[in-house]
């Protein structure tokens, strides 16, 4: 089945500086890739995703990039902000059994 | 106007007993989910319902029974709660099974004493 790693487990940056979050996938036939943000006491949000014919998105502050043939995907975050602070995890889609598995998240600080 | 919503918040509870939680979303989703997560934040799914029907089934113990009395509804019932059962369950929906958006819940807090 799909395994999905991230790096880092922990990430602090300075407020306006940017902020890169790197997964990597083992089932080359995944193609969906969700990145989803919790905030402390909250359930995770999808803020970005992108599929396997494509690979850039952007949506304001926030790009996804992916590499098929490396499979790695990765979250970028420009001028970070202290509400950026969270906990974020990627995700890939299994295809043949429409399962999202989940990264094991990275905690972002964004310090003011 | 919560789209996806769990009861109880938070459950503290004696090793032994059997406990419910209930899922409920007003989005008009075929498809429900069962989600643990961990002290270390894994996320991992438990369950998958498509219509009232159970599509996903990972190696979760017997002791966990999923039920889905309409499209709009995912309970969750824990027998013989253990030390490890403690962790954030989500519930989550989406509007197919092999519609990739998931809307989480806001997570049902169990601990196990």
């Known amino acids: 089945g799909e395994n999905v790693e991230q790096h880092p487990s922990t990430l602090s940056v300075q407020e306006g500086d940017s902020a890169v979050i790197k997964c990597t996938y083992s089932?080359?036939?995944?193609?969906?890739f969700p990145w989803y943000k919790q905030e402390l006491g909250k359930g995770p949000q999808l803020i970005i995703d992108?599929?396997?014919?494509?690979g850039e998105k952007k949506d304001q502050r926030i790009a996804v990039t992916l590499n098929k043939t490396a499979k790695h995907f990765s979250l970028h975050i420009t001028e970070t902000q202290p509400e950026d602070s969270a906990v974020y995890f990627c995700?890939?889609?299994?295809?043949?059994?429409?399962?999202?598995?989940f990264g094991p998240g990275t905690s972002l600080s964004v310090i003011p | 106007d919560t789209a996806v919503s769990q009861t109880p918040k938070y459950l503290v509870t004696q090793m032994g007993n059997d406990k419910s939680i209930k899922c409920e979303q007003n989005?008009?989703?075929?498809?429900m989910y069962w989600y643990k997560q961990d002290s270390k934040k894994f996320l991992k799914i438990m369950f998958s319902y498509n219509n009232k029907e159970l599509i996903i089934n990972e190696t979760v113990p017997n002791r966990f029974s999923p039920k889905s009395p309409d499209k709009a509804h995912l309970n969750l019932h824990i027998n013989s709660l253990e030390l490890g059962d403690s962790a954030v369950y989500f519930c989550?929906?989406?509007?197919?099974?092999?519609?990739?958006?998931?809307?989480f819940g806001p997570g049902t807090r169990l601990l196990v004493l």
């Open positions: 089932d080359s036939a995944s193609n969906y």
């Open positions: 995700a890939a889609k299994e295809t043949s059994y429409d399962k999202v598995i």
């Open positions: 992108i599929r396997s014919n494509v």
């Open positions: 989550a929906s989406s509007q197919r099974q092999d519609q990739e958006t998931q809307y």
């Open positions: 989005l008009g989703h075929d498809t």
